[in-house]
């Protein structure tokens, strides 16, 4: 029996081992960990006598995904996404979506707020504020900088909210005087802002938004659509009085998508709990939810829709780099603020003009006009056969004469990556092949 005992340990090894040579992360993790390992010489003919050299071989090339989301991902991060599968119910799992909900609270900066993540898109978000927090017939004012200002006006309209919009033009966002004039005209259930319009760039000043609602009407819910700004933008959610703020999975938190992201304040809670219409939406209800993230955060397992696991466990471990690097979120919130500052003045030397005024621009991404006469086809595949990926225009009021940059996670916060270097290295060539005439003084 002691001479099985051995045999039986080499089984789970060579289990995990297989495993390890399965995964397409193994290269970049051995890059990353064991650079040796493939740049020696005798390591690396050691590595092909014994048909291991595949450990070396990275998969095929990657482009540097350098859009507004999704964004480049952490190796760690990828290797949790593509792990072994494990029940939902696995004390392991459980408490790392505990922990995970618990993580969020330090990146939202609120000692109180109730996190919600559920397996959708960040789209979800919008549908749980309308169904959750709005009854039927009910004003909303929507302040709007673009796009998906617009969208979510309909997701609020089609639930039976009645949307009043403040607008301003393309790249713009509305006054303060404007804002407060709305306020004015009658009283409003909830106000939304998009923090940052991923169609535009453009920054929306959320902290004086929620002082004025507030001194008008404390009862008004001050929604925060941070799907493009929150782990990038500053945002401190209890110090601000936010009562909804809500994101996705794939932008600035650094993990892949498929995870709706929220945090909820406990008046919204409030509020929540004394509507009297029956909620509109069977899977986006928090009556559904709420029972299960109090469990998991409980580090008690529980049920109402099979939550996506490996995704959990991703954000997970992306929470906790997040937390690790920057213990002070507000570090992680001046570096974006810095690679921001970077980009737009290099792009600002070419002799271009961003979409949104630099005082009202975003940290996470940059908005840029092409060229006069330069159309997107002349620009982008240039860029691509680069090795980078960049994003054409979204607003459907200037969409063919602009292009977007993303900028936040593991590209801005991991300097020896050379990812801000490099697209803006490989943008300035492509736009030089596709003819474009520099200033003397361009960076």
């Known amino acids: 029996m002691a001479n099985i005992q051995p045999f039986l340990l080499i089984i789970p090894i060579l289990a995990l081992l297989t495993q390890f040579l399965k995964n397409p992360n193994t290269p970049a993790l ?21 048909k291991l050299s595949k450990l070396c071989t990275m998969p095929e090339e990657h482009k540097q995904l350098m859009i507004p989301g999704p964004v480049e991902v952490h190796e760690d991060v990828l290797s949790a996404a593509g792990g072994l599968s494990m029940s939902h119910v696995d004390p392991v799992f459980v408490n790392q979506f505990g922990e995970a909900l618990e993580l969020l609270r330090k990146v939202l900066v609120t000692e109180t707020g109730q996190p919600f993540i559920v397996s959708a898109s960040g789209t979800l978000g919008w549908d749980m504020v309308a169904v959750n927090l709005v009854e039927p017939g009910e004003d909303i004012l929507v302040l709007n900088t673009g796009f998906f200002g617009d969208r979510f006006a309909e997701s609020l309209e089609v639930y039976g909210g009645r949307t009043t919009h403040v ?3 393309v790249g713009s966002r509305p006054t303060m005087a404007a804002i407060q004039a709305a306020l004015n005209e009658k009283p409003y259930k909830m106000v939304t802002i998009t923090h940052v319009d991923t169609s ?7 902290e004086a938004i929620s002082k004025m609602v507030k001194a008008k009407n404390p009862k008004t819910i001050v929604v925060v659509d941070g799907v493009c700004s929150i782990g990038g933008e500053t945002l401190l959610f209890d110090a601000w009085n936010v009562d909804v703020a ?10 892949p998508p498929g995870l709706s992201i929220m945090m909820v304040s406990q008046y919204a809670m409030s509020v929540f709990n004394e509507r009297k219409a029956p909620i509109p939406s069977y899977y986006g209800s928090w009556r559904k939810w709420l029972p299960v993230m109090k469990a998991y955060e ?3 397992p529980a049920y109402f829709a099979t939550p996506a696991v490996q995704l959990i466990q991703a954000l997970h471990v992306s929470l906790k780099q997040i937390l690790t690097q920057t213990p002070d ?35 996470t991404m940059t908005g840029v006009y092409l060229p006069e006469g330069m159309a997107l086809p002349q620009l982008l595949p240039k860029v691509s056969a680069k090795g980078v990926v960049l994003a054409g225009g979204l607003h459907p009021d200037i969409a063919p004469k602009y292009f977007r940059i993303g900028h936040m996670g593991l590209s801005v916060m991991e300097d020896h ?12 060539e492509a736009l030089g092949e596709a003819g474009y005439t520099f200033p003397q003084d361009a960076l």
Do not use: Y
Request: aromatic share 4%; proline share 5%.
């Open 30 to 50: 051995i890059a990353k960990h064991f650079p040796q390992l493939c740049t020696n010489p005798h390591s690396a003919e050691l590595l092909q006598r014994i």
């Open 167 to 169: 607008r301003a033009p």
């Open 200 to 206: 535009t760039g453009v920054l929306m000043p959320v």
């Open 246 to 255: 809500m994101t996705a999975s794939q932008k600035a938190l650094g993990a």
């Open 298 to 300: 409980a580090r008690t």
């Open 329 to 363: 979120i507000m570090d992680r919130f001046a570096k974006h603020e810095a690679v921001s500052d970077h980009v737009k003045r290099v792009v600002a030397s070419w002799g271009l003009r961003m979409v949104p005024a630099i005082e009202e621009a975003a940290h």
């Open 417 to 428: 990556r050379g990812h801000i270097d490099n697209v803006l290295k490989v943008v300035k």
